[in-house]
């Protein structure tokens, strides 16, 4: 579904204020070399899992590197062309989805359709028609979506394993703590003087002071550096169903917006929450520097946000400069560190919509992957700064596929064309049912057969038809679908001009169709406005080309 405009008006007063509060200042941010990073990781955070390069077995390295480079070479990672703020701009990143076959991925008012991984245990499970998944792709590049499979195997593993320590040590410090607290407390107030104890209780009445503020201000909707309630996670084990491989090679790109809240650095992808994806699920991501081939690229690319959702819309109006120099300590050693962490890729965090705690900035090495764990992607935002080097991703996710996969929408058209009948004498066509709630629910399948996946897959999605040519066969049985679902619609139309009708319900007919048919115009006209106006079943649309050479 479309983003509401509500939603929209909303980011954007939360962002105004925002930018109101902070001024000309900027927000701290810590690094490594930093004091107090690990301190601020633990208890502002914790939801932020690193896995260093050595975590990962060798030989799984070399399969996804040389994976990667596969696909670039190959030209399957290619920009897409998003809506954000009611403007169409391309991505900084070049993109593919790679995942279960069937499934697609929603973001910024753009379906992605998945490139299938080639694996035993999947393959085969989606068939449609004739379609084959063993032969839709070419060897090579069957392989490497093998190779991510491998890495999502991986992933869907040892992410368990990360969730399972961090509970029994959870437990094991909640029993430890709740079993000797107060015997602490007491024997420690007793070896105390009366003057330390005075300045105790005031701190502990400041400390209570201050988490109400938070929640206040977590209530006026600017956030709170303090840890949530907990919430119920994820029962069961973590299935990926998608990976978005991205890649974006600095030194090719004209113009990269600065950071404008922290003074992080130039941003590869401004602060976003990842979105439609399973509540509570993790986000896994694999980050590999290498060497890119500089092409400067056509359009000045503006930075956007990766995965954002209704409820964030931080992305930085305005362009910050560095970060100031903190007072103190050595400055020349400080220096020389920040500038070695800035040359790495990093990921930066942040409590949303916050301008109290300190952001995180977290160098990638090649290798390097790291986790986004409980409900870190809900309360938090995060972006991508971009260091020296050319650089890959694949970003791992339990997507919300409930409305996304080929086989929901396949139901769907079935559930509409049941109302379709065909005389099988004369092949004459006719509409089981006449009732105004069945007529609207054939309308609402028919605009969604259209709108969300049709023109979404004309307008981008069939780019990678020459890659793999797996949606190609379940696409034109969408189509000749759609083609039937136009009938019904006009032989509706028919029953409700006909004067001569008897049908008593003719009005609520004509009122039925009347919003259906209003509301299609105004779908159509705004994919007209984006520059696909002649698109006819069975042709690309003409903006494709365009997409493509971007």
């Known amino acids: 579904m479309k983003r509401s405009d509500d939603s929209e008006r909303e980011k954007r007063r939360k962002r105004r204020r925002l930018l109101q509060e902070l001024g000309e200042q900027r927000i701290p941010f810590l690094s490594p070399s930093d004091p107090g990073f690990q301190q601020l990781w633990d208890s502002s955070y914790s939801g932020l899992a690193l896995r260093q390069a050595g975590a990962l077995p060798e030989g799984l ?282 040359a790495c890729w990093r990921v930066g965090l942040k409590v949303a919509w916050d301008i109290h705690t300190p952001g995180l900035a977290l160098p990638l090495q090649s290798g390097d992957c790291y986790y986004m764990t409980d409900d870190l992607n809900r309360t938090h935002q995060h972006c991508v700064l971009a260091g020296d080097t050319a650089r890959f991703s694949s970003t791992h996710r339990v997507a919300q596929c409930t409305t996304g996969t080929l086989e929901y929408i396949q139901k769907r058209c079935s559930e509409a064309l049941e109302h379709l009948h065909t005389d099988p004498e004369t092949g004459t066509k006719s509409l089981r049912s006449l009732l105004p709630f069945t007529l609207q629910h054939i309308e609402d399948i028919h605009n969604e057969v259209e709108f969300e996946w049709l023109r979404q897959y004309w307008f981008q999605g069939h780019r990678y038809a020459r890659f793999c040519s797996w949606w190609s066969k379940p696409m034109e049985r969408l189509e000749t679908d759609w083609k039937e679902m136009e009938r019904m619609t006009q032989l509706l139309l028919a029953v409700v001009e006909d004067e001569s009708s008897v049908q008593e319900n003719r009005r609520e007919m004509a009122e039925t169709l009347l919003n259906a048919l209003t509301d299609r115009q105004q779908h159509r006209q705004t994919w007209r406005d984006r520059g696909v106006e002649s698109w006819r079943p069975g042709h690309a649309c003409p903006f494709i080309k365009a997409v493509t050479t971007h």
Not at 131 to 137: A, D, L, P, R, V
Not at 189 to 211: A, L, T
Not at 216 to 242: A, R, Y
């Open 61 to 342: 390295h070399e399969r996804v590197r040389s994976a990667l480079t596969t696909l670039r070479r190959r030209g399957c990672l290619l920009r897409d062309l998003v809506r954000v703020r009611d403007r169409d701009v391309f991505t900084a990143v070049s993109r593919a989805l790679v995942g279960q076959p069937g499934c697609t991925y929603r973001y910024l008012d753009t379906r992605l359709f998945t490139i299938p991984w080639h694996c035993e245990e999947e393959e085969g499970q989606v068939q449609t028609e004739g379609q084959s998944e063993k032969n839709c792709c070419d060897p090579d590049l069957k392989s490497a979506c093998k190779a991510l499979w491998e890495l999502n195997q991986f992933f869907c593993t040892d992410i368990q394993h990360h969730k399972n320590a961090r509970g029994v040590k959870r437990k094991h410090s909640e029993t430890e703590n709740s079993g000797s607290q107060e015997a602490s407390k007491e024997e420690s107030r007793s070896e105390k003087p009366e003057k330390d104890r005075v300045q105790e209780e005031k701190g502990e009445k400041s400390e209570k002071e201050e988490q109400k503020e938070g929640e206040e201000d977590s209530d006026s909707g600017q956030g709170c550096s303090h840890s949530s309630p907990p919430q119920p996670s994820l029962t069961g084990p973590v299935h990926f169903n998608i990976t978005l491989i991205n890649y974006m090679d600095p030194a090719g790109m004209t113009h990269l917006k600065e950071e404008p809240y922290y003074g992080m650095g130039k941003m590869a992808v401004g602060w976003h929450h990842d979105e439609n994806l399973v509540p509570l699920s993790p986000v896994a991501v694999y980050s590999y520097s290498c060497s890119g081939e500089t092409k400067p690229e056509a359009v000045k690319a503006p930075v956007e946000k990766e995965g954002q959702t209704s409820n964030e819309g931080e992305k930085g109006g305005e362009e910050g400069g560095s970060r100031e120099e903190e007072e103190g300590g050595d400055e020349g050693t400080s220096k020389e560190e920040e500038e070695k962490e800035k």
